[in-house]
């Protein structure tokens, strides 16, 4: 049985760049969606600190009277 394809030096050099831009492409794309979640858990836990404090101050009013 014979190959179908001969994998040259330069075919194979031509694979191997096409897959490093692949990955640097992905490596972006993860940099950029971590930054994204980053700013909204950051925002997300300011409203959780907020709502806590609410909560806490409620229940502190509650118990006065």
């Known amino acids: 049985m014979t190959p179908r394809e001969k994998w040259t ?7 191997f760049g096409r897959l490093d831009t692949d ?3 992905l490596r972006g794309e993860i940099k950029d969606l971590r930054s994204e979640m980053n700013t909204r858990f950051d925002a997300l ?3 959780l600190i907020a709502g806590f404090l609410v909560l806490f101050a409620a229940i502190i009013g ?4």
Request: without cysteine; charged residues 35%; neutral net charge.
């Open 9 to 15: 030096d330069g075919r194979l050099n031509e694979n």
């Open 23 to 25: 990955i640097r492409e």
């Open 45 to 47: 836990n300011g409203r």
């Open 62 to 65: 509650s118990n006065v009277f």
